[in-house]
Nanobody, 127 residues
């Protein structure tokens, strides 16, 4: 059974930093892209960034403007979202997700492409 468990959310002041973790278990993720999404007050869950588990290639949403970085520790089976220079508009529930896409380093950004999801962790940025 695949499990993705996020942690590391919390309250931070604008301009601060936070690192989220996503512990993955239940299968080998070498053919997966591991993505981070977020959902603010609106209905949309938007793509933030992702990493290919095997090759390590990354992709980010333009709105991130270079402030966030996705990394992974294969030995720990954990994916990270490092967030710097946080802004109040970054306030959201952040979700980790896994997209099975074998034989490619492609990273997809559409929510419906992702097969497995964590429960989410709240990030609140105060002004």
């Amino acid at each position: 059974q695949v499990q993705l468990v996020e942690s590391g959310g919390g309250l931070v002041q604008a301009g601060g930093s936070l690192t989220l973790s996503c512990a993955a278990s239940g299968r080998t993720f070498m053919d997966y892209a591991m993505g981070w999404f977020r959902q603010g007050p609106g209905p949309e869950r938007e793509f933030v960034g992702a990493i290919r588990w095997s090759g390590g290639s990354t992709k980010y949403a333009g709105s991130i403007e270079g402030r966030f970085t996705v990394s992974r520790d294969i030995g720990k089976r954990t994916v990270y979202l490092h967030m710097n220079n946080l802004k109040p508009e970054d306030t959201a529930v952040y979700y980790c997700a896994a997209d099975w896409a074998p034989g490619t380093e492609m990273i997809r950004t559409a929510r419906y492409e992702y097969d497995y999801w964590g429960q989410g962790t709240q990030v609140t940025v105060s002004s």
